[in-house]
């Protein structure tokens, strides 16, 4: 998906922006140096004993970008593009989105290298085991805690608690989050990302006075957090006119109800040729006059080449990194609303968080109670977002950085340096 144009390298990408903040929180600059190295990076063969007898072994990665505020936290992605740049630019990213909820993690993110869609489900749980066995000792849950990202789920995570818990002869549901509610997971967790992503478009439609309520949106990616955003976006009135995912995209001007459209997709297998819409491509998609934009899918989809085309005032970015720096100029020159990754998809790891709290004290709540908590957690990190972006005169990502990267500053400093 990497725009050929512009060739984004992403952990250059988090240097950059943390410079950027740098320049707004006037502290040592020594802990910056600090920030802008991983704590530890993990590369890991993962050989897997495939159907047709041959063995293939894929590459695994995990990386802790920072513990300073608590145990590292953050997805485990299975896609071809994972690489150690990408998941060392993701666990940067997780560390600021932890700080910015104030939630007591640093960031990690981790990854395989290989095609999911491509496996069978033999296959994939081989992977699964055979990758978590191998970064067993790099994880634990006062460690390093991993939970579903890009084309991993509810399955998986089961999968790597119990292979965890087999090892260490106990059963640990704190070691990873994002699990089935049967073995420790939280109510709400599922939809924790795309609920959030729709609380902060609630609070960005206070602020810029519109009424969301007959407003139309449209959301790029139909996997977690797409479903979730449409569902939760339908559910406050606002009209979805266009989702889409890899197999291609649909639009209908009457609206879609992605309820429907999700029993569609399990019924045929494909988004495709849901009744009522016409075809459409993520590009036009990207490009349509709406008033809500969510790119939920992966890096770099709006780049230097697309971004004059985008016509939605509000972006809310679902997925992590969907917006090149270049395009981000472009985008905040048009005047859009953005809503950054950091605090736009900051839902899931926050309610993983009550995850791993239920699990730790082996009490869980209700639904209401997790939403309402989540719902009270963000409101006051987007406030504070915008207090900053007042106060210093910037747009919202950088205020958004300046928040999450000042508290880590904050925990170096009082820390100090070892030994
Ligand atoms: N992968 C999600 C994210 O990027 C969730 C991480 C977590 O729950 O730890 O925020």
Known sequence: MTPQMERINPWQMVLAQID??????????????????????LLVAVPVR?????????????????????????????????????????????TWKCAVMNIPFGGAKGGVQCEPKGLSLGELERLTRRYTSEILHFIGPDRDIPAPDVNTNEQIMAWMMDTYSMQVGHSVPGVVTGKPIAIGGSEGRSEATGRGVVYMIIEAAKKLEINLSGCTAAVQGFGNVGVSTAKNLYLEGVKIVAVSNVQGGVYSAKGIDPLALEDHIKTTGSIVGFPGCDAIGNEELLALDCDILVPAALENVIHKGNAHQIKAR?????????????????????????????????????????????????????????????????VVAFKKVMAIADEHQVDNRTAAQILGIGRVVEAVRLRGLYP
């Open 314 to 378: 509000i972006l809310a970015e679902g997925a992590n990194g969907p917006v090149t720096p270049i395009a981000d100029e472009i985008l905040r020159e048009k005047n859009v609303f953005m809503i950054p990754d950091i605090l736009a998809n900051a839902g899931g790891v926050t309610v993983s968080y009550f995850e791993w709290v239920q699990d730790l004290q082996n009490y869980f709540w209700n639904e209401a109670e997790i939403n309402n908590r989540l719902r009270q957690l963000m």
């Open 20 to 41: 950027k903040a740098e320049k707004h929180l006037h502290c040592d600059p020594n802990i910056i140096e600090k920030l802008k190295h991983a704590e530890r990076a």
């Open 50 to 94: 495939m159907d047709d007898g041959k063995v293939k072994v894929f590459k695994g990665f995990r990386v802790q970008h920072s513990t300073v505020r608590g145990p590292s936290k953050g997805g485990i992605r299975f896609h071809p593009d994972v690489d150690l740049d990408e998941v060392t630019a993701l666990a940067a990213w997780m």
